[in-house]
């Protein structure tokens, strides 16, 4: 019934050489990385074992991106905390954190796009405007207190802790992780204007 395009399937053989078994040819990371670009979905399998390693192809991608001059997206804060949470009792919920937030932003990245162009041609010198960071922080707010509403619903302690009067613990955690999210921002913010001084 649906029309969905099935993923193209990559093996990946010993010699870490990628094979497109769609296209009938060798591929590289670079080849991967604009293939998600454009929005083709893949699975790599490994050629000797046949277990499912697109997680860590994925991984290996963002690796290579991030080895590029200039590249650079995630902010060492942002690894380090991610680090802490392996093994944490938080670490069942960071994969749907973190697939909302990213789904959020991709919607509005237009929006932000505009608002940062209309920014730089009205004063290219003084950098990204303060309203499009000040958007993007009331977004991450929008976001955090919709995933919190979202988890509520279905963790099945929601209801009892409102009801055990222990409900602020939640805001004092939401505080904490808002306030990562500003220096973050604030981060990204410093790497931009650097950008412009560049130019």
């Known amino acids: 019934m649906t029309n969905e395009k099935k993923p193209?399937?990559?093996?990946?053989?010993?010699?870490?050489?990628l094979y497109n078994t769609g296209a009938s040819a060798y591929v590289t990371l670079e080849?991967?990385?604009?293939?998600?670009?454009?929005?083709?979905?893949?699975?790599?399998?490994?050629?000797?074992?046949?277990d499912e390693i697109t997680r860590s192809v994925l991984a290996q991608i963002i690796f290579e991106q991030e080895g590029k001059t200039g590249q650079n997206l995630l902010p060492i804060r942002f690894l380090r905390q991610l680090i802490r949470f392996y093994g944490d009792s938080m670490q069942m919920f960071v994969p749907s954190y973190l697939e909302f937030s990213i789904e959020r932003l991709t919607k509005d990245s237009q929006k932000f796009r505009e608002q940062f162009d209309a920014a730089m041609s009205a004063n290219p010198l003084a950098g990204p405007s303060r309203q499009m960071f000040q958007t993007m922080e009331e977004q991450a707010r929008k976001n955090m207190a919709m995933f919190h509403e979202a988890l509520d619903m279905f963790s099945p302690f929601g209801a009892a802790v409102a009801e055990g009067g222990k409900s602020a613990q939640a805001p004092a955690k939401s505080s904490s992780e808002l306030e990562e999210m500003r220096a973050q921002l604030a981060e990204m913010q410093k790497r931009i204007d650097g950008l412009v001084k560049k130019d």
């Open 31 to 50: 080849d991967l990385a604009e293939m998600v670009k454009h929005g083709e979905d893949f699975v790599v399998y490994d050629a000797k074992s046949g």
């Open 8 to 17: 193209v399937t990559i093996k990946k053989y010993a010699n870490r050489r």
